[in-house]
């Protein structure tokens, strides 16, 4: 049984460009949460998407969108990089609100 | 001030030793809490979950919270050179599927 996946596992982007990453949440959660974490620090949550919509937004600026697709799999978008957005981002999926299951992220530089 | 405060360490103990790691917040609405363990370049894999006050033992590894306190604590005990990672504290409140993180605390584990 698959766990979360995302792609890609690494890229590297010049700031003022714009990034898209994805995941595909464990087999039977619905749910998917995005979340950044910068180096040496914990987590920060981005936003979470459920039913196709987003249900919940942490304390992100709307450079960063998102999208849930029927299948359930996740995209998030950034526009406009900035150097300070250089982090691991991490997509978290669930069954309701229970045991969220974490992908090993996409390492995103931006130069 | 930061709604959850960790120690980053590093913490260096000695194999089979018994680690205590710690995590201090400030929000009285969290009600679940959560200790993740991560890998370099790995995803936090969820260790401990456990809701409201009082103690959870899993194997090697005792969650416990203390709520009048504002205080949660991970013991692992005889501990061994796989455990060295990093352990980060999660929680979130009865109404939201916000995890908020601590830091993280580096354990080393050496034989």
């Known amino acids: 049984d698959a766990g979360v996946t995302q792609s890609p596992t690494h890229l590297i982007k010049t700031r003022g460009q714009q990034v898209t990453l994805r995941c595909s949440p464990k087999?039977?959660?619905?749910?998917v949460s995005w979340y950044q974490q910068a180096l040496g620090q914990g987590p920060q949550f981005i936003f979470q998407?459920?039913?196709?919509?987003?249900?919940q937004r942490g304390n992100f600026p709307d450079r960063f969108s998102g999208h849930q697709f029927p299948n359930y799999s996740s995209e998030l978008n950034v526009n406009a990089l900035l150097l300070g957005d250089s982090a691991l981002y991490l997509c978290?999926?669930?069954?309701?609100?229970?045991?969220?299951?974490f992908g090993s992220g996409t390492r995103l530089t931006v130069v | 001030q930061k709604e959850v405060e960790q120690d980053p360490g590093p913490l260096s103990v000695p194999e089979g030793a018994i680690v205590s790691l710690n995590c201090t917040y400030s929000?009285?609405?969290?009600?679940?809490f959560m200790w993740y363990r991560q890998y370099s370049r790995k995803g936090p894999e969820l260790l401990m979950y456990?809701?409201?006050?009082g103690n959870k033992e899993d194997g090697r590894f005792t969650a416990q919270v203390d709520k009048s306190s504002k205080y949660i604590s991970l013991f692992i005990r005889d501990s061994q050179p796989s455990d060295s990672a990093t352990y980060l504290c999660?929680?979130?409140?009865?109404?939201?599927?916000?995890?908020?993180f601590g830091t993280g605390t580096r354990l080393q584990v050496f034989p």
């Open positions: 929000n009285s609405a969290f009600q679940y």
């Open positions: 087999s039977g959660h619905d749910t």
């Open positions: 998407y459920y039913e196709e919509e987003e249900r």
């Open positions: 978290a999926s669930s069954l309701g609100s229970y045991s969220y299951t």
């Open positions: 456990t809701y409201s006050s």
């Open positions: 999660a929680m979130r409140g009865s109404n939201t599927d916000k995890l908020i």
